[in-house]
């Protein structure tokens, strides 16, 4: 008698089939998601923006009024406190009678600003010149800190470099570390060795990024991504550490504020520092600039109000929304602003040249 018996199935194909289904179920679930969530997300964000919007502005009434940190005696470092942003941030805080600790290469410029630091009002002032791209002088620093002190309750990442070049234009990418070792690694490396002693103080890290983290910067491209990375990091890192801990993050965007980066001091495509005030003119001439001193006192008055992000000037706060939601306008607006390269600047302009000065990277 004749039977019919069905071919053996290989064990290939019973392997592949529950992961077969698997793909299946998973593309369902996509193309459902696909379907449904965008709806319900756009009702949601309709009912709750109106809403946040409402508790950040009692939020803001409230701690303008009532919440204003105590800043005397408390020890603040600040990194890049040799020029511009840090230098007046260290003065803002000697008036509150904080006692500093301040971070730059230039230790003759570092004693200046000091001295002036003890005349408004810092309980004590100590000098620490240091070069934040490396991490053992940035544990350094924080272990001097804590050792002379014997706590740390404010940690200002502040030192930078900006570059300006195309990057098409580059002839040796390697020269351009920098950018990344001293934006972004120089504020890490300080965070990951203070963060111990912040915990004890349930204190504060401020990190002064810059709009450009957030909006498209043509000639200034890898100085823009080395600040998308900082607010990226910081923002991830409020989210990892415990709330228990209560180590809070301020988040600083300035857009164009007076200092020596506005005057013309940056990178060059050689990796060499350069002050060049035509370049200035071409990169920031478009723009109102704000005083230092008036960014620097809005940056110390948010943080003592415990703010989480501080844009300054604040007029600058609708440019994200119009990066998010309207790239092509961005896009245009940028390509219409930045019509000339930054080398062809200097192929129209004889007297560029003799303005523009190549300093040692100790200046920074």
């Known amino acids: 008698m004749l039977t019919f018996s069905p071919p053996p199935t290989s064990d290939v194909s019973l392997q592949c089939q529950p992961s077969f289904i698997k793909v299946q179920v ?66 803002e805080y000697a008036k509150r009678r904080a006692s500093l600790v301040l971070v730059a290469r ?38 001097e800190t804590v050792k002379h002190y014997g706590r740390l309750d404010h940690l200002v990442c502040n030192a930078g470099v900006v570059l300006y070049c195309p990057v098409e234009d580059t002839t040796d990418v390697e020269k351009l570390r920098p950018v990344m070792d001293i934006n972004f690694w120089g504020s890490i490396y300080a965070t990951h060795f203070a963060l111990p002693h912040l915990k004890r103080s349930k204190g504060n890290i401020i990190v002064n990024a810059s709009m450009k983290g957030w909006l498209v910067s043509p000639w200034s491209i890898l100085y823009g991504a080395s600040k998308a990375a900082l607010i990226n990091f910081f923002e991830t890192l409020r989210v990892e550490l415990p709330q228990d801990e209560n180590v809070k993050i301020t988040i600083v ?24 005030p035509e370049m200035s003119k ?17 940056i110390v008055k948010g943080v003592c109000r415990g703010e989480r992000y501080i844009v300054e000037p604040s007029w600058y706060r609708v440019l994200p929304l119009f990066q998010f939601m309207c790239p092509e306008l961005v896009e245009w607006c940028s390509r219409c602003l930045y019509k000339t390269k930054p080398g062809d600047a200097a192929a129209t302009n004889k007297s560029k040249s003799l303005n523009s000065t190549v300093i040692n990277n100790k200046s920074l």
């Open 106 to 143: 230039r230790e003759t410029k570092l004693r200046e600003i000091g001295e002036k630091a003890r005349q408004l009002g810092a309980t004590d002032v100590v000098i620490a010149p240091a070069d934040v791209s490396k991490a053992a002088e940035c544990n350094r620093f924080v272990q």
């Open 282 to 298: 071409m990169m920031s001439g478009k723009f109102p600039v704000e005083s230092t001193e008036e960014c620097a006192r809005a």
């Open 26 to 91: 998973m593309d369902l679930i996509h193309q459902l998601l696909n379907l449904v969530l965008p709806p319900i997300s756009l009702i949601i964000l309709c009912v709750s923006i109106p809403l946040l919007l409402i508790f950040r502005l009692v939020r803001c009434i409230i701690q303008s009024i009532f919440i204003s940190e105590n800043l005397t005696g408390k020890v603040v470092l600040i990194t890049g406190a040799s020029s511009g942003i840090g230098e007046y941030l260290a003065y």
């Open 253 to 276: 965007a300035p857009g164009f504020i007076k200092s020596e980066i506005t005057q013309g001091k940056h990178l060059s495509k050689e990796g060499e520092v350069v002050i060049d």
